[in-house]
C-alpha cells in the first residue's frame, strides 16, 4: 500500500524558498502510471493544487503559482520535492503531497506538513 | 481555470437524515471522447488529509460506505449522504480533474 511522508522546515523567512521533500513507500517513484502531486491549503481555508509531475519529468503547475515553484523527483532516493521562491505570509499553509494513478483524482495523500512563514 | 462552486457552505443535519451538497463547474468537466465526468469528491475530517471517496463523478472508492452517492454530469454535481452518521462530520470538497486541478469552496457537516 502506498504511503506518502512530507518533510521539511515548518518555518521559512519571508522573500526566502520555501523547500519541502515527499518520500514514497509500498511504492516504487518510478512506476509509469503514477503522478505525483504537491496540494496546500491555509489555515481554516480551502484545498489548492500546486503541482504535479511524472517520473519521466513531465511537470504540470498551477498557473497561478507557477512563476514561484519547481517540482522536482529523485528516482534514486524515491522522492520527488517541492520549491516555492519569494514566499510571503500568505505562503503560510498545510503542505500535502499525493499520488494519483494515470488521470484518477489524488488519492492517497501524505498527512501534511505545516510550513509557517515568518520573519 | 475552471471555477468550482460549492453550495451551501455549511449544512446541520440530523443524524440518519440525508445531507445534500451540490457543487457547479463554470464549465463542463465531461469529456466527449469516453462520456466520463472528471469531477471527484472529497472527505475532510480536523487534522486529516482529504480522502478520496468518489471519482468519476459517481464512482465511489471501495471502502467508502454506499451510503454515500454521487451524481450529476457535466457542470452540476451532488454529493448526496443518504443517512447521517457522527462520523460524516467532516468538510467535504469537490475538485474537478479534466483541466488542471482545481476544488471547491468546501462544505461543513454538522450534526442538527
Known amino acids: 500500500q502506498l504511503q506518502l511522508q512530507e518533510s521539511g522546515p515548518g518555518l521559512v523567512k519571508p522573500s526566502e524558498t520555501l523547500s519541502l521533500t515527499c518520500t514514497v513507500s509500498?511504492?516504487?517513484?518510478?512506476?509509469?502510471?503514477?503522478?505525483w502531486g504537491w496540494i496546500r491549503q491555509p489555515p481554516g481555508k480551502g484545498l489548492e493544487w500546486i503541482a504535479t509531475?511524472?517520473?519521466?519529468?513531465?511537470?504540470y503547475y498551477n498557473p497561478s503559482l507557477k512563476s514561484r515553484v519547481t517540482i522536482s523527483v529523485d528516482t534514486s532516493k524515491n522522492q520527488f520535492s517541492l520549491k516555492l521562491s519569494s514566499v510571503t505570509a500568505a505562503d503560510t499553509a498545510v503542505y500535502y503531497c499525493a499520488s494519483a494513478i494515470d488521470n484518477t483524482p489524488f488519492d492517497p495523500w501524505g498527512q501534511g506538513t505545516l510550513v509557517r512563514v515568518s520573519s | 481555470d475552471i471555477v468550482m462552486t460549492q453550495s451551501p457552505d455549511s449544512l446541520a443535519v440530523s443524524l440518519g437524515e440525508r445531507a445534500t451538497i451540490n457543487c457547479k463547474s463554470s464549465?463542463?468537466?465531461?469529456?466527449?471522447?469516453?462520456?466520463?465526468?472528471?469531477l471527484a469528491w472529497y472527505q475532510q475530517t480536523p487534522g486529516q488529509p482529504p480522502k478520496l471517496l468518489i471519482y468519476?463523478?459517481?464512482t465511489r472508492e471501495s471502502r467508502v460506505p454506499d451510503r454515500f452517492s454521487g451524481s450529476g454530469s457535466g457542470t452540476d454535481f451532488t454529493l448526496t449522504i443518504s443517512s447521517l452518521q457522527a462520523e460524516d462530520v467532516a468538510v467535504y470538497y469537490c475538485q474537478q480533474y479534466y483541466s488542471s486541478l482545481t476544488f471547491g469552496g468546501g462544505t461543513k457537516v454538522e450534526i442538527k
Open positions: 468519476w463523478a459517481s
Open positions: 509500498g511504492g516504487s517513484i518510478s512506476s509509469g502510471r503514477y503522478y
Open positions: 509531475i511524472h517520473y519521466s519529468g513531465t511537470t
Open positions: 464549465q463542463s468537466v465531461l469529456y466527449s471522447s469516453n462520456n466520463k465526468n472528471y
